[in-house]
């Protein structure tokens, strides 16, 4: 299954090898990783998708927690949250079918951000599928694209409740609770609902 | 200067902030941590820290290779349970640690390697012997700091001997640049107090947990404990054992764990997995419950984990929450200190009537007894577990016994029985050959009134035979037992189990030991028929210094019970039933 492991980190050298070597001794490939400032001083947040079994969700968080650097995980797994990601995509583009774009553009709501004469760049926001929605539509149309960048996902849970707000409470995220007595039997309630 | 006004005018610093060199930080912090003893190399990139060593109480062991200065760090931590220090250069220096480092990683030993590396400004130029120490050593340590300035040296070094003492222990390294050690700072020992120590936030022991573990105890009609390193670690030797007393529960122990639980304990089983008596792994098959303490399911434990205990319910009571669920499913897991977590259970475990299982195990126990070569008359042929045999009952089981990797190291487990914790020293969990001679020399260090024995084969003796040197140099009593079939023994055994005998490679040639010995200075003896045995233990034991034991055995014996790799536990190889005694063409 897709795991979401969200996490705040030291902000110092070599801190994302460590998160990364854990991930490569396990031969698990990292799907999409984002790392930026949170809102907590000094600690970078970051977002790492990966596949793997459902039980290697505890051991990795685990294992995560066992890091030096790592102050704070949280496996997001099916919890209810909203899930970002950013794309910039330069297509090549002339004054004749400029138009068929700008209305695929909007269709999207992405926002074109610089244009010449031959090519333009489009910035689009959303989930994973919509991304991969443009992507598609614009190579069915013919459209070369030059240059794609993506992000990689952003993800925050939803609600007023943040996992180290929970903690603090004396709660556990959602899931952990029963991970210890009953394993197998721990099964994650709630469905992400995306409101746009 | 007396050793005296040294460690006063070293103390001085710790109370007062003064400014240092770095190299003289690096020393001072350490005698702060309570550091008496460190084992190392010196090189270019570390010699500002070896130029100021002088001015501290502390006592240098200048080892034969880097791998050494890590195996006797890690001895002494074991023998002792403070925290084993190793120093070696930049480049081959830091790279020869790796093995020892990665020893005690497996074996969660606390210990902290202290690396020079080159000049700030020219790392990752590939500057004369630099490499990328914190790179290499990354996954087989706890954490590592480079450091590479001198003000940041003392609250690195601290940093690092919390986090190898603290939670599941382990390895930290500190990589100090060469500029770092030679630059001055202000020292403040006291402000270089790290953060307090943040227990692992998935620890979680909750009542419902401890009460479902009493009530599962209860209610249980065949249960076993199984006692790992963690009990040791955790110091809970007091709290395993009324567990085991008030409740009428046997006990089986790891490799590991050999030391924490009386040997001479009526509900001692021995040690279990691949080489463990048939009694214990028949046991632990047959249990209703599994009482997993300080220990973590590994495969030489369990065999294949499909068909491990399928009729058993587990209680995983460990430290680390990463081992839970990891080899095999924990029905309760209490994840927290070992010691803390009995004295919560004990209160709520009342008297049990364990008599009819202690009896069916005990039958099993009979049947054994037959098979054992210890029980067979003496036909003046040397096997190692006589050896084995006749130095646990010489030595009084009273000995600090470092044994290397092999088949010696499983005999050692069988026929020596450790009656306390801290008695057996032996690598189990990376199963680094080549151990035993510097892990004991790092243990004498630490036990400076223990008997302490060496047991190695010759294979393994001779990967680090440079220690010897070291030995003497140090002017220490150390006793070696060299196990000696010319072979390389626990390899020869698979290829004869699962190979078709193809001795592939196994076969060794040795210098003769007692002459190498000889060349160190060291006494030295060979024994050839168990008659000899004891009056050769016993001359190794009265004479001053080190003595070297040749013991020349059965070269084609092998250790059993075994489970080959990936069988059930109950699919053991058994000893042979025929007369393993008997003459065959090969023998002297």
Known sequence: ?196 | MGSEAKSQASNAHLTTPTRLTGAEILWATLVGEGVTDVFGYPGGAILPAYDALRKFPIRHVLVRHEQGAAHMADGYARASGKVGVAVATSGPGATNLVTGIATAMLDSIPMVCITGNVSSKVLGTDAFQEVDITGVTLPVTKHNFLVSRAEDLAAALRHAFQIARSGRPGPVLVDITKDAQQATAIFDFEAAKPRPYRPHPMLSVKESGLEQAAQLIREAKRPVILAGHGVIESCAMEQVRTLAERAEIPVGLTLLGLGGFPASHPLNLGMMGMHGEAWVNHAIQEADLLIACGMRFDDRVTGSTSTYALKAKKIHIEVDPAEINKNIKADVALVGDLAEVLEQLLPRISGRDGSAWLKTIASMKGEVAVRDIKNLPDSGHLYAAHVMHDLWRITGGDAIVVTDVGQHQMWEAQYFHHEKPRTLITSGGLGTMGFALPAAIGAKMACRDKEVWVIAGDGGFQMTAAELATIVQEKIKINIAIINNGYLGMVRQWQEFFYERNYEATPLVSPDFVKLADAHGIAARAVHTRGEVEDAVNEARSTPGPFLLNFMVEKEDSVYPMIPAGNALHEMIRRPGRDPLEERADDR
């Open chain 1, 1 to 196: 299954m897709l795991h979401t492991f969200v996490a705040y980190v030291e902000d110092l050298p070599g801190v994302l090898t460590r998160v990364a070597s854990l991930f490569r001794r396990l031969n698990i490939n990292i799907n999409s990783l984002t790392v930026g400032r949170s809102e907590r001083e000094g600690l970078s947040r970051l977002t790492l998708v990966c596949e793997a079994s459902a039980e290697a969700g505890h051991r990795i968080r685990a294992s995560l927690f066992k890091l030096e650097n790592v102050v704070d995980v949280d496996d997001i797994a099916q919890a209810p949250a909203v899930t970002r990601e950013l794309a910039l995509i330069k297509v090549a583009a002339s004054a004749q079918n400029r138009s068929q774009i700008f209305d695929l553009v909007d269709v999207f709501r992405a926002r074109i951000v610089d244009l010449t004469s031959e090519s333009l760049m489009i910035e689009l926001t959303g989930v994973e599928s919509k991304i991969e929605g443009l992507i598609e539509i614009l190579r069915e149309a013919d459209t070369k694209i030059l240059e794609l960048c993506r992000s990689g996902k952003m993800t925050m849970r939803r609600g007023h409740h943040t996992s180290s707000v929970l903690k603090a409470m004396g709660a556990q995220p959602e899931g952990d609770a029963e991970e210890y007595d009953a394993p197998g039997k721990a099964t994650r309630k709630g469905k992400a609902i995306e409101l746009e």
